[in-house]
Structure formats: structure tokens, C-alpha cells
């Protein structure tokens, strides 16, 4: 904020100046006007120099004017051939985008497909396992059940022979009771 003040004071102070100058200029104008005035021949000759001065100022302005003007031409051609050049790159750079994104989906496809064939592969062999394990632990239950089997039947064997002993031994009544239990099981 204070550089724009102090640039529009600057203004101000050149434009002062300017004023004065001007002002300067045109006392200075008079006096050649009455000095004209009074020289009528002399005149004649510096106003064709000043002519000719202004028209070598306008031929140089238009020459100015000219070379702006093919400035001009040239920076909006700049301008079309950056917004043309802008525009193919653009178009190469979405070109790739999809050519990177067809190859990313390519490459999760078939990481998808090769994973689901592991997992896949993982369960037959954890199926397998587990099947070999239901297998095993079926045949060792069998054989547990056998083992149980023969102990009971070897204690039920003791058994008997301990109550053969008691009815032997007890006779009568107590025999015949247990001879009765044993039959009802």
C-alpha cells in the first residue's frame, strides 16, 4: 500500500513538472509566435524544417506502431502454437493415464486370479489335512474302543469268576441273587 502512495505521489510530482514545462513551452511558443510574427521570412524556411520533423516523428511512430502491431501478430501466434502444444500434451498424458490404468487392472487381474488359485490350492491341502486327521483320530477312537472293549470284557471276565467264587463259597441265597443279576444284564 505505501509503494502504490508513494508511486502515485511520484505521478503527481511528474505530472507537476510536465505542467510546468508545459507552461514553460508555451511562454516559450508565444514569444517564437510574435518573434514569427515579426520575421514572417525566416519563419517560412523553419516552419518547412519543423514540417519535415514532424513528419519523420510520424513515420517513425507509424513505424512503431507497425512493429507493435507484429509483436502483437507474433506473441497471439506464440500463444495459439503453447495452446496447441498444451493441448497435444494433454491428450498424450491421458493417452498414458488409460494405457497405466488398462495395465494395472491387467496386472490386479491376474494377481486376483493367481491368489484365489493359492487360496484355492490351500484349502484342497487343508481339506486333505484335515480329512487325514478325521481319518486318524477315527482309527486310534476305534482302537481305544476295542482296548475298552477287551478291558471291560476281561473285568466282566474277573468279575464272574469273583462271583462264581462268592455263590461257591456263599451258596444259597447270596448265589442265587447274584446269578439273578447277572442274567438280567
Same mark, same amino acid.
Given at each position: 500500500?505505501?509503494?502504490?502512495?508513494?508511486?502515485?505521489?511520484?505521478?503527481?510530482?511528474?505530472?507537476?513538472?510536465?505542467?510546468?514545462?508545459?507552461?514553460?513551452?508555451?511562454?516559450?511558443?508565444?514569444?517564437?509566435?510574435?518573434?514569427?510574427?515579426? +520575421?514572417?521570412? =525566416?519563419?517560412?524556411?523553419?516552419?518547412? =524544417?519543423?514540417?519535415?520533423?514532424?513528419?519523420?516523428?510520424?513515420? !517513425?511512430?507509424?513505424?512503431?506502431?507497425? !512493429?507493435?502491431? *507484429?509483436?502483437?501478430?507474433?506473441?497471439?501466434?506464440?500463444?495459439?502454437?503453447?495452446? !496447441?502444444?498444451?493441448? =497435444?500434451?494433454?491428450?498424450?498424458?491421458?493417452?498414458? &493415464?488409460?494405457?497405466?490404468?488398462?495395465?494395472?487392472?491387467?496386472?490386479?487381474?491376474?494377481? +486376483?486370479?493367481?491368489?484365489?488359485?493359492?487360496?484355492?490350492?490351500?484349502?484342497?491341502?487343508?481339506?486333505?489335512?484335515?480329512?487325514?486327521? !478325521?481319518?486318524?483320530?477315527?482309527?486310534?477312537?476305534?482302537?481305544? +474302543?476295542?482296548?475298552?472293549?477287551?478291558?471291560?470284557?476281561?473285568?466282566?471276565?474277573?468279575?464272574?469268576?469273583?462271583? &462264581?467264587?462268592?455263590?461257591?463259597? =456263599?451258596?444259597?441265597?447270596? *448265589?442265587?441273587?447274584?446269578?439273578?443279576?447277572?442274567?438280567?444284564?
Amino acid at each position: 500500500m505505501v509503494a502504490m502512495e508513494e508511486r502515485v505521489s511520484r505521478l503527481e510530482g511528474a505530472y507537476e513538472q510536465v505542467d510546468r514545462r508545459l507552461g514553460r513551452i508555451g511562454e516559450e511558443i508565444r514569444d517564437l509566435r510574435s518573434d514569427v510574427n515579426s +520575421r514572417i521570412e =525566416g519563419v517560412e524556411g523553419r516552419i518547412e =524544417g519543423v514540417n519535415s520533423r514532424i513528419e519523420g516523428v510520424n513515420s !517513425r511512430i507509424e513505424g512503431v506502431e507497425g !512493429r507493435i502491431e *507484429g509483436l502483437r501478430g507474433e506473441m497471439n501466434g506464440r500463444m495459439d502454437e503453447t495452446n !496447441r502444444a498444451i493441448e =497435444g500434451l494433454r491428450a498424450e498424458m491421458n493417452v498414458q &493415464i488409460e494405457g497405466l490404468r488398462a495395465e494395472m487392472n491387467v496386472q490386479i487381474e491376474g494377481l +486376483r486370479a493367481e491368489m484365489n488359485v493359492q487360496i484355492e490350492g490351500l484349502r484342497t491341502e487343508m481339506n486333505g489335512q484335515i480329512e487325514g486327521l !478325521r481319518t486318524e483320530m477315527n482309527g486310534q477312537i476305534e482302537g481305544l +474302543r476295542d482296548e475298552v472293549n477287551k478291558r471291560m470284557g476281561g473285568l466282566e471276565a474277573r468279575l464272574n469268576a469273583i462271583l &462264581i467264587s462268592v455263590i461257591v463259597v =456263599g451258596g444259597g441265597v447270596v *448265589g442265587s441273587l447274584v446269578t439273578l443279576i447277572l442274567r438280567t444284564t
